[in-house]
C-alpha cells in the first residue's frame, strides 16, 4: 500500500488487482477500489492497468457503463504494445456487426495473431467467415479466398488446443462453407470441440455434443442452403464461435468471445486462478467502496475524458471534439 500510495505503478496495478480479485466468504471484489488503483497505474502508462480499466468500463462494474471509454483505453494499450488488448479492441469491433466495424478489426486481431494470441486467431477467422458469407453474386473468388482465410486462422487456433477453433473447423466441413461438406470430418472435428470443452469445462459442450451427434446422423444442411445466409441461420443449424449480423438466427458469436475471456484464465492474457465470474455483481461494498464515492468515480470518468480530448485536439483547439 505504501508502495502505491507512494506512486508505484506495479503496486497500484496489483493493488488494483487484488481488489478485483482477492477475495473469500466474507469479501467480495471491490471494483470501486480496484478502478481508483488502475486508474492511477494508467496515468503513468501502464498498458495492462488501461486494459483492467477498460475491461470495468466495458462491463460497467462499479463504475459507470462506457464502451467508448473502453474503446479508448484498449486503443491506448494496444497501442503501447499491449496484445491482448489488441485482440479485445478487434473482437469488440467485431461485436458492432457492420462492415465499419470489421474493417476496423482485421489489423488488430492480425497484430495480435501474429504475436500468438490463440482467441484472436478465432476472432480472425470468424471476421473472414462473414466476408465469405456476405460476399454478393458473382464474388465466388473473393467468397472462396475468404473461406480458406478462415480455415486457416481457425487451424492456427485449434493447433493451440482452442476448443471454439474445433467447433468452427466442424461448421465449415457440416455447412460445406468454403469445402466439401464432409459429415466424418464433421464429426471429427465436433468430437475433438466436444472433448475439449468437457475437461475446460467450456460452455460450448452442449452445442458440440449437438452438432457431433448431427454430423454422426448424417443430419447436415443442404449445400445449396448453405450458400444463403438467411436459410442456414433460419434453421440453427449454425456453429459456436460464428459472428450475427442484420439481427438474423441466434449465432453464439458471444461464445468465441467468451473463449477470449476464458483465455485470460488459461492464459492467453492475465493468469488469475480462482478468479470470480466476470459478470458476478458485487453483493456487498467493502470497506474501501465506502471511502471511494461516487463523485470520484465520475471525477476519473471526466478527467479521462478531458485528456482524450487535449491529446487529440490540443489545449487552445475549441473547434475539435
Same mark, same amino acid.
Given at each position: 500500500? @505504501?508502495?502505491?500510495?507512494?506512486?508505484?505503478?506495479? =503496486?497500484?496495478?496489483?493493488?488494483?488487482?487484488?481488489?478485483?480479485?482477492?477475495?473469500?466468504?466474507?469479501?467480495?471484489?471491490?471494483?470501486?477500489?480496484?478502478?481508483?488503483?488502475?486508474?492511477?497505474?494508467?496515468?503513468? *502508462?501502464?498498458?495492462?492497468?488501461?486494459?483492467?480499466?477498460?475491461?470495468?468500463?466495458?462491463?460497467?462494474?462499479?463504475?459507470?457503463?462506457?464502451?467508448?471509454?473502453?474503446?479508448?483505453?484498449?486503443?491506448?494499450?494496444? =497501442?503501447?504494445?499491449?496484445?491482448?488488448?489488441?485482440?479485445?479492441?478487434?473482437?469488440?469491433?467485431?461485436?458492432?456487426?457492420?462492415?465499419?466495424?470489421?474493417?476496423?478489426?482485421?489489423?488488430?486481431?492480425?497484430?495480435?495473431?501474429?504475436?500468438?494470441?490463440?482467441?484472436?486467431?478465432?476472432?480472425?477467422?470468424?471476421?473472414?467467415?462473414?466476408?465469405?458469407?456476405?460476399? *454478393?453474386?458473382?464474388? +465466388?473468388?473473393?467468397?472462396?479466398?475468404?473461406?480458406?482465410?478462415?480455415?486457416?486462422?481457425?487451424?492456427?487456433?485449434?493447433?493451440?488446443?482452442?476448443?471454439?477453433?474445433?467447433?468452427? /473447423?466442424?461448421?465449415?466441413?457440416?455447412?460445406?462453407?468454403?469445402?466439401?461438406?464432409?459429415?466424418?470430418?464433421?464429426?471429427?472435428?465436433?468430437?475433438?470441440?466436444?472433448?475439449?470443452?468437457?475437461?475446460?469445462?467450456?460452455? /460450448?459442450?452442449?452445442?458440440?455434443?449437438?452438432?457431433?451427434?448431427?454430423?454422426?446422423?448424417?443430419?447436415?444442411?443442404?449445400?445449396? =442452403?448453405?450458400?444463403?445466409?438467411?436459410?442456414?441461420?433460419?434453421? *440453427?443449424?449454425?456453429?459456436?464461435?460464428?459472428?450475427?449480423?442484420?439481427?438474423? =438466427?441466434?449465432?453464439?458469436?458471444?461464445?468465441?468471445?467468451?473463449?477470449?475471456?476464458? *483465455?485470460?484464465?488459461?492464459?492467453?492474457?492475465?493468469?488469475?486462478?480462482?478468479?470470480?465470474?466476470?459478470?458476478?455483481?458485487?453483493?456487498?461494498?467493502?470497506?474501501?467502496?465506502?471511502? /471511494?464515492?461516487?463523485?470520484? /468515480?465520475?471525477?476519473?470518468?471526466?478527467?479521462?475524458?478531458?485528456?482524450?480530448?487535449?491529446?487529440?485536439?490540443?489545449?487552445?483547439? @475549441? +473547434?475539435?471534439?
Amino acid at each position: 500500500l @505504501f508502495r502505491s500510495e507512494a506512486g508505484n505503478a506495479q =503496486a497500484q496495478f496489483a493493488l488494483g488487482t487484488l481488489y478485483e480479485y482477492a477475495h473469500n466468504g466474507s469479501i467480495q471484489p471491490d471494483y470501486a477500489g480496484a478502478a481508483y488503483w488502475y486508474q492511477q497505474a494508467s496515468g503513468k *502508462g501502464m498498458a495492462q492497468a488501461m486494459r483492467a480499466m477498460a475491461r470495468l468500463y466495458g462491463d460497467g462494474r462499479r463504475v459507470p457503463k462506457d464502451e467508448w471509454i473502453s474503446m479508448e483505453l484498449f486503443k491506448k494499450a494496444a =497501442a503501447l504494445g499491449d496484445v491482448p488488448s489488441m485482440a479485445e479492441l478487434g473482437a469488440a469491433y467485431l461485436r458492432q456487426g457492420t462492415l465499419v466495424g470489421r474493417t476496423r478489426a482485421k489489423p488488430w486481431l492480425q497484430k495480435a495473431v501474429d504475436a500468438g494470441h490463440v482467441s484472436a486467431s478465432v476472432d480472425l477467422g470468424v471476421l473472414y467467415y462473414l466476408n465469405a458469407r456476405d460476399a *454478393g453474386v458473382g464474388m +465466388n473468388v473473393f467468397r472462396q479466398r475468404d473461406y480458406d482465410s478462415a480455415m486457416r486462422a481457425y487451424r492456427t487456433a485449434a493447433n493451440a488446443g482452442n476448443c471454439v477453433a474445433y467447433m468452427n /473447423i466442424g461448421g465449415l466441413y457440416f455447412n460445406g462453407d468454403g469445402v466439401p461438406q464432409d459429415k466424418r470430418q464433421a464429426e471429427s472435428w465436433f468430437a475433438k470441440a466436444e472433448s475439449c470443452a468437457r475437461a475446460s469445462n467450456s460452455a /460450448i459442450l452442449d452445442k458440440a455434443s449437438t452438432f457431433r451427434q448431427k454430423a454422426a446422423n448424417g443430419r447436415l444442411p443442404a449445400v445449396e =442452403a448453405a450458400t444463403s445466409s438467411a436459410s442456414k441461420m433460419s434453421t *440453427g443449424d449454425v456453429l459456436l464461435g460464428l459472428a450475427i449480423v442484420s439481427g438474423l =438466427a441466434v449465432v453464439a458469436y458471444s461464445m468465441a468471445h467468451d473463449s477470449s475471456a476464458q *483465455g485470460r484464465k488459461a492464459g492467453n492474457a492475465d493468469p488469475c486462478p480462482g478468479c470470480p465470474d466476470r459478470k458476478q455483481e458485487m453483493k456487498e461494498a467493502s470497506e474501501w467502496d465506502q471511502k /471511494i464515492t461516487e463523485a470520484n /468515480i465520475q471525477q476519473i470518468k471526466d478527467q479521462f475524458k478531458y485528456d482524450s480530448h487535449v491529446a487529440r485536439c490540443g489545449f487552445k483547439n @475549441f +473547434n475539435c471534439y
